[in-house]
């Protein structure tokens, strides 16, 4: 199957089959509804994050108070430099490293008063990431692939394998259950990762450079996949990408400068 050139959009099913959210049907940790989309409810909230590193004898500052506010169903572009921070802004952002000083907050939970217990958690069950390589396990079908991170999350096998195909389906791959990654092509395996990334029905989504490895065609195809599902399920997405065609498709762009987000 190839990766065609018309515009994303998601499968048309009988009314009884289709699932008109598969990210917000898990039986799992529910986001709130998109009423509370309307509301422009808060995904993510960093407030005044510092971060530095020690390369040697010198103290490099990364964040130097950076602050940026996400709302359910919002896809945000972060565009910069390399070297800014781009990097350091998302892993502090998905709760994969702690800032020096400030304030990260998912939906209503303040990670820095969490243990790391607590924190896992909340990062297992509200955040997705999706990355520039796919990151898939080799030896298991798309199916399996997105099965497996509802397992960890305690859904039964069968509810699992259920949700993973209404994901692959929505993501225009159903009849790509039963393939390994090698089988698939670039576009395919990054719409797969995008589909494991929401399998828990997260609240946020972090996508750091999704369509980097692609040529523009299946850039395209994959951000329309990518955007069609945050708007469609009240996600919010941070994105991180030097693709200026892509950012300009979102609903705000950001930069970082001088350790500082600001608009671009």
């Known amino acids: 199957m190839s990766d065609g050139s018309t515009p994303y959009q998601p499968p048309q099913t009988t009314p009884e089959a289709r699932s008109p959210d598969p990210v917000r049907q898990a039986p799992v940790k529910q986001p709130p509804t998109n009423q509370a989309n309307t509301k422009q409810a808060l995904a993510l909230q960093l407030s005044q ?51 020096d000083s400030g304030s990260v907050i998912i939906g209503d939970k303040a990670a820095e008063k969490l243990d790391d217990a607590a924190r896992t958690l909340l990062r297992r069950e509200h955040i997705g990431f999706v990355y520039q390589f796919h990151h898939l ?48 092509s670039g576009g395919e395996r990054q719409r797969v990762a995008i589909a494991r990334a929401v399998a828990n029905a997260p609240r946020l989504l972090l996508a750091d450079e999704p369509t980097g490895n692609l040529d523009p065609k299946t850039s395209g195809l994959v951000f329309d996949a990518l ?11 941070l994105v991180v990408t030097h693709n200026m065609e892509l950012a300009a498709r979102m609903d705000r762009r950001v930069t970082l400068v001088d350790g500082k987000v600001r608009d671009f």
Do not use: W
């Not at 103290?59 to 602050?67: D, P, S, T, Y």
């Not at 997105?146 to 394998?161: F, H, K, M, T, W």
């Open 227 to 237: 955007s069609t599902l945050v708007r469609s399920s009240g996600l919010a997405a």
């Open 49 to 99: 994050i510092t971060k530095a590193y020690r390369e040697g004898g010198n103290r490099l500052e990364i964040l130097k108070g950076a602050n940026l506010s996400i709302n359910e169903g919002e896809l945000v572009a972060l565009v910069a430099p390399s070297g800014a921070g781009k990097s350091t802004l998302l892993h502090i952002a998905g709760l994969l490293e702690n800032p």
């Open 137 to 184: 396990l080799p030896e298991f079908t798309a199916l399996e692939n997105i099965v497996i991170p509802q397992l960890i999350n305690g859904l039964p096998r069968s509810e699992a394998e259920e949700r993973a195909r209404q994901l692959l389906t929505y993501m225009r791959l159903p009849n790509r259950f039963d393939h390994r990654p090698a089988e698939l």
